[in-house]
């Protein structure tokens, strides 16, 4: 005898955006030159992304790797309707990154204090004062202001993050003006049950709140977790091509989901993308030609599965089966 269980429902169609060209980037030795990294973006284009980070406006003694975002931003061969973003720490970045035709800003804060230290070199009360300034200059130039709360599922420097401090500056951003609230999980400290108990408060404090998340798979977790704030709605992620990058200011902190993996997995379950998958695994190959090793998705090694339609859609699966 056996119980079927039936999986519960998704959203029929899931938002990536694409961080590896900054996030993925910043974390490699190899420093791509301009036409590499414009070679790359717009083959991401050319896979159906619609949203896209094209890098930073930082310090370049800080984050060589993004010392040229705002030529890139002149090179790409932009396609309508995509988003290509940039992330600025303060108003000389906002107005760097306004100036290079960003159509979108994030701004990044973390949910603990030694952290935000590490990372930004401010305390937190600092980077609300900065985001406050980010916000207006993007804003008032019609762009689209994200805020990006890191270390939300765990510090590597403090373990544990209070929900409550967590939820408190998800206030505090959208006050200002956050489009949409962007949940990092910057260590791969998180697991399923922490995602959905996050994920469950934030709607309960914020139902009309724009929700991304934006996962790490330092510790294995992360399409899980994906999988578990999918069973709640969540139809918005980051992930990285290759799966490389992560945070160079915090110990352990290297994993973005995979871009390839995470989408390879929505198609199977019949979730949208919209995403040329085969295109975006050549998208991971030319990135291992480009930095000189492999990188660390699972895709392009296993390859397709060859019953998966182009772009996912409603394929039905099976319901489960276990032994009662």
């Not at 578990?228 to 799966?243: C, T, W």
């Not at 998966?308 to 039905?316: A, E, S, V």
């Amino acid at each position: 005898m056996t119980t079927i269980l039936p999986l519960r429902d998704l959203p029929a169609h899931v938002s990536l955006r694409e961080v590896g060209p900054r996030d993925g980037l910043q974390n490699e030795d190899t420093i791509l030159s301009t036409e590499q990294k414009v070679r790359l973006i717009d083959a991401l284009t050319a896979c159906g992304l619609g949203l896209i980070e094209v890098g930073a406006f930082v310090r370049p003694e800080n984050v060589p790797q993004m010392a040229d975002t705002a030529e890139v931003f002149a090179q790409i061969a932009r396609r309508p309707g995509v988003e290509y973003s940039a992330i600025a720490p303060n108003a000389l970045g906002a107005r760097r990154a306004v100036a290079a035709g960003a159509d979108a800003v994030q701004v990044f804060l973390s949910a603990s204090e030694s952290h935000n230290q590490s990372n930004v070199n401010m305390s937190i009360e600092q980077s609300l004062a900065q985001a406050a300034e980010v916000a207006a200059i993007v804003r008032g130039e019609g762009r689209l202001f994200d805020a990006v709360l890191s270390v939300v599922f765990g510090c590597p420097f403090e373990g544990d993050v209070p929900l409550a401090r967590v939820l408190d500056l998800c206030g505090r951003l959208l006050d200002i003006g956050a489009a949409q609230l962007t949940l990092g999980d910057t260590t791969g400290m998180a697991h399923p049950r922490l995602v959905q108990s996050v994920v469950v408060a934030f709607r309960q404090r914020f139902p009309r709140a724009v929700l991304r998340l934006h996962p790490h798979s330092a510790r294995g977790a992360g399409l899980a977790n994906v999988l578990a704030a999918l069973e709640l709605g969540v139809d918005r992620f980051d992930a990285s091509v290759g799966g490389i990058g992560g945070c160079p200011f915090a110990p352990g902190a290297p994993g973005n989901i995979c871009s390839e993996d995470l989408t390879h997995m929505l198609h199977e379950m019949g979730v949208a993308t919209g995403v040329d998958l085969p295109a975006l695994m050549d998208c991971a190959r030319l990135l291992e030609q480009m930095l000189g090793h492999d990188v660390p998705g699972q895709t392009i090694k296993a390859g397709v599965c060859k019953h998966l339609p182009p772009g996912g859609g409603p394929r039905q699966s099976a319901p489960l089966e276990h032994p009662a």
